[in-house]
């Protein structure tokens, strides 16, 4: 029998299939493999002191990957091997021998990458993101939006490893909870309290999840609540957020005094 330290046996072992897949979970980064041999197969003493040895073997042995197997202490299994594993897929050859022949077995694991983002795009700032698939914490700052325009993320899973359906949360300066599907947009306020956004993907196997941070630190900038030019009328359509303005004033004005509050 083989049987995997994560208490699978090997796709329904049967001792005349020699090949077999076995599928971990993404965080699975070594497993033990565990084979049994059937003692009913050995010889007896009385067997071997008799020479009537052909129709069981002598001696066994198991080989993982070409390196002997280590016995084991436990009742379960005969001989087990620790198998380290990448993202990806590991064939392992597990090879029982006797005295007169040799049997194999391929084990090929599977091991699928971590659910990552493809992509975030944002609304403003793209630049200061710098954004890495297996980076999963992000400093951004902004300047306080008093048009409501806000900051939006538009992020896309890597669809050979994630599920589509994103949970975001923010807290701090904008409060929210929503689900979405990858490519679509979830947007904050940029507020005057700094606000921490997180997002989390599941692997496609519903075994592990990742989970992105964004601390978004937004900056007020000041604003004007007014602006007067002294003996000439307000500036026209003053807006706080709007920085260029236009004043018509007598030909014969040389000097004007502009008066500002800051709000």
Same mark, same amino acid.
């Given at each position: 029998? !083989?049987v995997?330290?994560?208490? #699978?046996?090997?796709?329904?072992?049967?001792?005349?299939?020699?090949?077999?897949?076995?599928?971990?979970?993404?965080?699975?980064?070594?497993?033990?493999?565990?084979?049994f041999?059937?003692?009913?197969?050995?010889?007896?003493s009385?067997?071997?002191?008799s020479?009537?040895?052909?129709?069981?073997?002598?001696t066994q042995?198991?080989?993982i990957?070409?390196s002997?197997?280590?016995?084991c202490?436990?009742?379960?299994?005969?001989?087990?091997s620790?198998?380290?594993?990448?993202?990806?897929?590991k064939?392992?050859?597990?090879?029982?021998?006797?005295?007169?022949?040799e049997?194999?077995?391929?084990?090929?694991?599977?091991?699928?990458?971590?659910?990552?983002?493809?992509?975030?795009?944002l609304?403003?700032?793209?630049?200061?993101?710098?954004?890495?698939?297996?980076?999963?914490?992000y400093?951004? #700052?902004?300047s306080?939006?008093?048009?409501?325009?806000?900051?939006?993320?538009t992020?896309?899973?890597?669809e050979a490893?994630?599920?589509?359906?994103?949970t975001?949360?923010?807290?701090?300066?904008?409060?929210?909870?929503?689900?979405? !599907?990858s490519?679509?947009?979830?947007?904050?306020?940029?507020?005057?309290?700094?606000?921490?956004?997180?997002?989390?993907?599941?692997?496609?196997?519903?075994?592990?999840q990742?989970i992105?941070?964004?601390?978004?630190?937004?900056?007020?900038?000041?604003?004007?609540?007014? !602006?007067?030019?002294?003996?000439e009328?307000?500036?026209?359509?003053?807006?706080?957020?709007?920085y260029?303005?236009?004043?018509?004033?007598?030909?014969?004005?040389?000097?004007?005094?502009?008066?500002?509050?800051?709000?």
């Open positions: 029998n !083989l995997s330290s994560s208490d #699978e046996t090997a796709s329904g072992f049967s001792t005349s299939v020699f090949s077999y897949n076995v599928y971990v979970n993404a965080s699975t980064s070594s497993i033990q493999l565990l084979t041999i059937d003692e009913s197969l050995s010889c007896t009385e067997q071997i002191s020479g009537e040895t052909d129709n069981c073997f002598t042995a198991v080989t990957d070409g002997e197997a280590s016995a202490s436990l009742l379960t299994c005969s001989y087990f620790e198998i380290s594993l990448g993202i990806g897929s064939t392992v050859r597990v090879t029982v021998y006797s005295a007169t022949s049997t194999f077995y391929m084990v090929n694991f599977i091991r699928p990458d971590v659910p990552t983002f493809s992509s975030v795009s609304s403003k700032g793209q630049s200061q993101l710098n954004f890495s698939p297996k980076t999963f914490t400093y951004l #700052e902004y306080y939006d008093n048009n409501g325009e806000g900051l939006s993320f992020p896309k899973v890597n490893t994630t599920g589509s359906a994103i975001f949360v923010s807290s701090g300066g904008y409060e929210s909870t929503a689900s979405f !599907l490519g679509s947009s979830q947007g904050i306020e940029l507020s005057t309290t700094d606000t921490t956004v997180v997002m989390t993907l599941t692997s496609l196997d519903e075994t592990v990742s992105y941070t964004f601390y978004v630190d937004v900056k007020e900038s000041p604003f004007l609540s007014s !602006l007067d030019v002294i003996g009328q307000m500036v026209p359509s003053f807006s706080a957020s709007s260029a303005y236009s004043v018509n004033v007598l030909a014969t004005v040389s000097s004007i005094t502009l008066s500002s509050v800051v709000s």
